[in-house]
């Protein structure tokens, strides 16, 4: 790794040469860049394609929110109450207890009913 | 860059940044303690690899001034658990391309050599006022060319629509059960103290999505 980046750092250093005023040493330099590329990578392409992705500034024409950095509150979990009960309500809710079973009185019944329910 | 991005607490290029960016809408009220929890965890696992980093923790919901609330911004050594001393949050909708927008713009600022970003929200987009999803995108997609690690958590929520318009492929987006979110989290750490160490990618396998998402789809990819 470190010998990879020296490899890099001496490429930076060959590109920025290529800016010079003197014809030679701009050639030597592409010359020298070209070197270290193949070094590197194998070739201009694979380099840039392989090490470089180049997106755009996404802020640009994008507005930013409006903040002004505040700590966020502390959490308070509420206790859970018990759900008061008005004295309407108590009145609305009672439930009337249900009639005890009265026992059958066969008695009442007419003698064809009794004959039909045993299936005479 | 407006100079609104705060970063008072925080020395400019740092090597090792965390950020996570956590939904704090009305539903996630349901999760919110086993979010704080593993969140918890996800810290203490970094703790435990040995990875010195700097943590924010930014908790996000629409009114006023409420896209950036700060519950944690601290090294990880100074951290104080979650559960200890519980932030909150109004809990009212989801701006989530309005949170991105911010967390894009202090990024830019600091600079940092390694970055890792968590999103967890239990919803989708809701109430952003500034941000369109396609600006949204295009700050994710600058962080990930970066080389910045984005992953989006979907809480108790298969999250694979989001994740498939903001750009995020399958090994860096999926659900998490909310009985898992420890677990995911963990898991999450053990990646981010490795991309930090090595620069290894913090991916999720087949596996862990099945492992974490149960009922829950991960997304395809």
Redesign the interface.
Known sequence: MPQKNSDLDLLIKMLGMTGSDNENQVLIAIRKANEQVKKLAGSWEQLLRGHF???????TG???????????????QPTPQPTPQSRQSQAWTRVKPAPKPRKQDISQKPVKDILDSLGL | MNDLVNLSNIALRKTQYDEIILDGSGSMQRQWWDTLKSIDAYVETLGWDQLDTQLRLSIFTTGHDNIDLIARDCPISQWVPLLKDPPGSPFLRTPLYDAINLMGRRLAKLDPERAAVTIASDGEENGSMVTSLTQARAVLDWCRAKGWQVTLLGVDFNNSMTAEALGFGAQSATGVQRALMSDAMQSIAHKRARYGKTGEQMHFSDDERTQFGGYLNAPKE
């Open positions: 992705t180049i997106a755009a500034d996404p802020f994008l507005d930013m929110p409006t903040t002004t950095f505040k700590q966020a509150p502390a959490f308070h």
